[in-house]
């Protein structure tokens, strides 16, 4: 009788739980995380685009045959051949325009001799950097004659026009710098130079490598002072949100910069200087 009474119960107990299983909610599996999202990408895209501003020689530079040439646009296309794709160039005439332009995800990364600040990474994250510079200042010969120029700190005086390239750190340094002369804000590196040449400006502050180079370019008109204002690191931008590809350009540039290939192209742009017979005239 006993046996009787309790099977009844039995087999309550068990619908009742097979309709519990059968009710519960389903485990969903968990979403596949692409690690690699923003290489991939590039990959399946088949090119990387990189953005940078023509006019920093020996950086980026315009041939005479309208080619794009320079230390960092060796860097890039380097980068695109170890991703296994194509590099697309985008030459931005005004820098400001560049962080802009790749948080708007119209490039992929900025390679335009961009110093490293802590006011830009709120914007973008950078890699470790791949080049160490620093600011000079170029002066024209004859707007500084009678006067003895021996350091930047001599041309902090009322009527001395210093021309900077809009939003560089040579634009921030000389406005903390000279607080006696005029500042020009110009656009771009080429303007700001020419500026000097003519004879519109005194002296611009721009990166030594530039002021160096251009002062060599035009002795009868401009001298250097190459003792460096400010200490920089340049740096490729990334947009935020895209660890991987920064993280891959990091181990890149760990293996990169100062192996052989690195000191080549350092010597070919920076000391020994071919490229320069392959430039516009004038």
């Known amino acids: 009788m006993k046996f009787r009474k309790v099977l009844p119960l039995l087999l309550i107990v068990a619908v009742v739980a097979t309709i519990a299983v059968a009710c519960a909610p389903k485990e969903t599996a968990a979403p596949v995380v692409d690690h690699f999202a923003s290489i991939n990408a590039i990959k399946k895209a088949g090119k990387i685009v990189i953005g940078t501003s023509s006019g920093y020689f020996p950086f980026e530079m315009v041939d005479k045959n309208g080619k794009l040439i320079g230390f960092d646009i060796d860097l890039g296309n380097l980068i695109a051949k ?144 190459l003792e460096p204002l400010t200490v920089e690191n340049l740096g490729i931008a990334v947009r935020p949100g895209q660890a991987d590809l920064l993280y891959w350009l990091n181990t890149f540039l760990t293996e990169y910069v100062g192996n052989e290939d690195y000191m080549e192209r350092y010597d070919y742009y920076f000391e020994a200087m071919p490229w320069k017979a392959d430039m516009p005239s004038g």
């Open 82 to 225: 170890e991703l296994g794709v194509k590099a697309e160039w985008k030459d931005i005439e005004d820098f400001t325009g560049l962080v802009p332009a790749l948080r708007a995800g119209q490039l992929d990364l900025i390679i335009a001799g961009m110093t490293i600040k802590a006011s830009r990474a709120l914007e973008v994250n950078f890699t470790t950097p791949y080049f160490a510079t620093g600011q000079a200042v170029l002066v024209n010969k004859d707007k500084v004659k009678g006067m003895n120029i021996t350091k930047a700190a001599d041309l902090d005086k009322a009527g001395v026009v210093i021309s900077v390239s809009n939003g560089t750190t040579g634009h921030f340094a000389a406005e903390r710098l000279f607080k006696k002369a005029t500042i020009r804000v110009m656009d771009g590196s080429t303007t700001a130079g020419l500026e000097v040449l003519s004879g519109n400006a005194t002296a611009m502050v721009f990166d030594l490598d530039w002021i160096a180079i251009y002062a060599i370019d035009n002795p009868a008109k401009t001298f250097a002072l």
